[in-house]
Structures are given as structure tokens and as C-alpha cells.
């Protein structure tokens, strides 16, 4: 009884055994991994030149201080962070003396109008007068030089009634371009003079990027070449628009200026700069995503012909914008991973599709 249940039992196993014994090894091969989805990017030639970083900051074309062109109290001055256009009004100086001074020299200019009509018809008397031999010659000239005295008079007289005008005028002070107030430098109830700074106004609207550079790498800053900027807040490609042609004498450097939109940045971030320091050259270059920073090396996967991924060691010769140039294992044209590198083995299958952004990486 003992050697039947026996056999019962260790019959299921021995068949279970010669099972797995017949399934073929192709079907035992089933758990290999998958061909990876992956994105693509071909390997392109590309004239590239060394870059060195530079500090910068972003500027305002137009920061200045404003000042009172008139003299008296200050009635009312714009608050801190106002947003104004050109021609606004930004401060306000008691007007009420020189209301009074206009006033006089509107009141001097209609008198010396009346002289004057006294004087021509003086003249035109002496001249009847001398036609008949009744006047002298002398006493007509000096009638004449008496009105042309009172002509220059007027004109005098205009003017100073012209500077009274404009400065009851400039007793509102007036934003020069659009910007924002950023300082109060004078407060209301102050009593302020010609010439004092009133309040601090920037032009948000129209702005630079500033940075020293080297005098030895100006022959290779071109104006209108576009260099990459980088910001906590991305990283932008911007226009060279001058490089300042004299240099510091103690610092050896000159300043380069860049074209920004003010929609971008704010004025006084900080920023750094990718310039170029030497000449152009030709090289094997690869977007930046391609490269895989892992375990202390950086390396990146190209698809072989096989369809399979190859890790290649990165040489990396220069770093240009989003470029990388290599010195070796990338040849023009290779297949070089940019999404999807991370999880990727050596001689693991792929399945590639092209990297969306290739075609503006490439243009």
C-alpha cells in the first residue's frame, strides 16, 4: 500500500520534469528584454569655436535720476513702483510764485505793445512834418531809432514771458520715457531747487544685457552673432549688439552689450554668458541632451547598424549653446540617442523614432 502511494505522488513531478525537458530553448529565451523606445538625433558637422563664461547683468537703457528744473515746495511726488508712460506726470512744485512772475510778464509785454504804437505814430508824424520843413532831419531819426528800441524791448519782453510760461510749466514734472519710479529722492512739503534730484525712473521697457570680456577675445565677438545666456529662469540665445571698441586700462577687458526683450528679464538679474574665445573649427558635434551623467563618467549611446544601442565614452573638445562637440566614437550621420539613453544596456535593440526637436536643434 505504502509503495502505490508513492508511486501516485512522484509521478506528477517526474512528468512535470520531462515537460520542461521538451519545451524548445527558443521558447525558454521568451524573458529577454524588449526593443527600447527611443529618440534619435543624427550626429551633424558643425563649425564651432571654444566659449569661456562671463558674468552679467541686465540693464535699462534709460535709469536716471529726475530733477526739479524749478524751485519750490514739493506738493505731491509719485509713489514707489508707479508705472508711467512718456509725458506723465510724476511730481507736482508749488506753482504760486511763479503764477505771480507770469503774470507780470504778460502785463510788461501788453505795455511795452502800447509804447510801441505811440512810437510808430510819432515816427509818421515826423516824417509828415520833415516833408513840409517843418521838423528836422534829426528829430525824425530819433523818432525812428526810439521805435525800433521799443520793437527790441518786446522781443525781450516776449521772452521772458515765454521762460515764465514754461516754468509754471515745468512745476509738473514729467516722466522723460515710460518706466517705473523705483526712488523717492525728495518728499512732499520739501522746498527743492533747481538742479535737486527729485525721484529715480528706469525704463522697464528697453533694456541690455552688460558684461566685461577679455580684450584678447574680441576678434572673435561678431556683431549679430547670437551667444546662449543662461538665467535661473532658462536659457535664452541672444544677439550681440556692439562691443565697445575701447578697453579698461587696470581690468584689460571691454564691454559687450546684448539685445534682450524686456519681457524675459528683470533689470539687475544676474546672468551668464557663453562667449566665444578663439577661432571656428569644424567638428563632429551632438545635441547636449545626448549626454548621460552617471557613476563619475559621461558617456552617450549610438544605434549601430544592427539596430542596437553602443555606449561611447564623450570626449568632449567644446560645449556651444546646445551643442557638444566630440573628439572621437561619433561619426556624421550616426543615430545618437537624445530620449530615453537612461535605462538603455550595451547591445540592448532599439526601436528609434526622430527627436522632435531635431529639426530646430539642426536649423
Known sequence: MRTLLKTHIAAPFVFAAWLLASVPASS?????????????????????????????????????????????????VADVGTAVEEGDVIARI???????????????????????????EEVKRYKELAAGNNASQARLDEAIANLEMARQEIADAQAALDRAKGDVDRTQIKAPFPGHVVQRLSNKGEYVTVGEEVLRLVDTRNIEIAMPAPIDI???????AHVEVKSKHGIYSLPIRTVVPVGDAVSRMVEVRLSADARDWTVSTPVMISLPKGPKVTAI???????????????????????TAQRVEADIKATVGLWVALASGVEA???????????LQPGQAVMTTAHLGAQSANS
Open 94 to 120: 508749488d506753482d504760486r510764485l511763479l503764477a505771480v512772475a507770469l503774470r507780470r510778464a504778460d502785463a510788461n509785454v501788453k505795455r511795452l505793445q502800447a509804447d510801441l504804437v505811440f512810437r510808430q
Open 333 to 343: 550621420g550616426d543615430q545618437v540617442v537624445v530620449r530615453g539613453g537612461e535605462r
Open 285 to 307: 558635434a551632438v545635441p547636449r541632451d545626448a549626454l548621460i551623467i552617471k557613476g563619475g563618467s559621461v558617456y552617450l549611446f549610438k544605434v549601430g547598424t544592427d539596430g
Open 28 to 76: 525558454q529565451g521568451m524573458g529577454e528584454m524588449p526593443p527600447a523606445q527611443v529618440e534619435v538625433v543624427e550626429a551633424a558637422s558643425r563649425m564651432m569655436a571654444p566659449q569661456m563664461d562671463v558674468s552679467g547683468t541686465v540693464i535699462s537703457l534709460h535709469d536716471s535720476r529726475i530733477s526739479a528744473e524749478v524751485e519750490g515746495p514739493l506738493l505731491w
Open 218 to 224: 574680441t576678434p572673435f565677438l561678431e556683431v549679430g
